[in-house]
Nanobody, 125 residues
Framework: QVQLVESGGGLVQAGGSLRLSCAAS????????MGWFRQAPGKERGFVAG????????FYADFVKGRFTISRDNAKNTMYLQMNSLKPEDTAVFFC??????????????????WGQGTQVAVSS
């Protein structure tokens, strides 16, 4: 079992930055590939970025376009999402997720076994 808690969301102006954190409980954090997803009002939950269990491999949604960086610190049981050049359309609830295996960190939410409660990100124009 893995429990996930997101933090770091908030209100920021367009062009600003935020860093989201996802703290995981349990001693097996490093066994899981992980990802970030987001859900805007009235829209389905969508993939943002994924990272392998070691942190050496990452995968991003096209809309990220170099603005976001996913990383993890297995010694701290924490994953991060650095978001720069934020746009109003980035407004959403951001969720972290841990995969059911060590290897999947792609865009299919059904491949992720554990989810946090989400943190709200709001970007004003």
């Amino acid at each position: 079992q893995v429990q996930l808690v997101e933090s770091g969301g908030g209100l920021v102006q367009a062009g600003g930055s935020l860093r989201l954190s996802c703290a995981a409980s349990g001693r097996t954090f490093s066994r899981y590939a992980m990802g970030w997803f987001r859900q805007a009002p009235g829209k389905e939950r969508g993939f943002v970025a994924g990272i392998s269990w070691s942190g050496s491999n990452t995968f991003y949604a096209d809309f990220v376009k170099g603005r976001f960086t996913i990383s993890r610190d297995n010694a701290k049981n924490t994953m991060y999402l650095q978001m720069n050049s934020l746009k109003p359309e980035d407004t959403a609830v951001f969720f972290c997720a841990a995969g059911g295996t060590m290897h999947y960190y792609g865009p299919n939410p059904r491949e992720y076994a554990y989810w946090g409660q989400g943190t709200q990100v709001a970007v004003s124009s």
